[in-house]
């Protein structure tokens, strides 16, 4: 490639349309069990039901956010995620005292913590579970 079609190319992609973008909107996770995973974001993440277009898409409001559960399959044919592999990680942000209080909630649930509530170098307080997909979800807030 000439010095000519760099440049070109680094202009083009200055420009890009994707730069548009300020936010993420909605974010889907591809569950194995509707069942399961819609009890765990309802009755111990406590997330409010936004609507459910099908038995195999429920959403919920998180803060400005929209989080979505559906089966895999409604748009693309992928294969669900092979058990006991997280598809995704997601990070929850909440006030300081908030952390040790989820913490709590859950061990008193029964669901089991991955790390406790810990000071971490880079100034969040971290904790992490999963869901019962095995997804790696985090709580946190900076210190």
Not at 12 to 28: E, G, K, L, P
Not at 121 to 143: C, M, Q, Y
Request: hydrophobic share 45%.
């Amino acid at each position: 490639m000439n010095q000519e079609a760099v440049k070109h190319a680094a202009i083009a992609n200055s420009r890009s349309a994707f730069q548009a973008i300020r936010a993420i909107d909605y974010t889907v996770i591809f569950v194995r069990d509707m069942a399961s995973m819609r009890r765990f974001y309802e009755e111990v993440l406590c997330f409010p039901l936004l609507r459910e277009l099908s038995p195999t898409w429920i959403e919920y409001r998180v803060g400005e956010n929209t989080l979505a559960l559906s089966k895999p399959g409604r748009i693309a044919s992928d294969l669900p995620t092979p058990t006991g592999s997280a598809a995704l990680q997601l990070a929850f942000k909440v006030g300081i005292a908030q952390v040790d209080q989820c913490a709590d909630e859950l061990v008193r649930q029964g669901i089991d913590l991955l790390s406790p509530p810990t000071d971490q170098s880079f100034g969040h307080r971290t904790l992490f579970f999963r869901d019962p997909d095995g997804n790696l979800l985090e709580v946190f807030a900076e210190i």
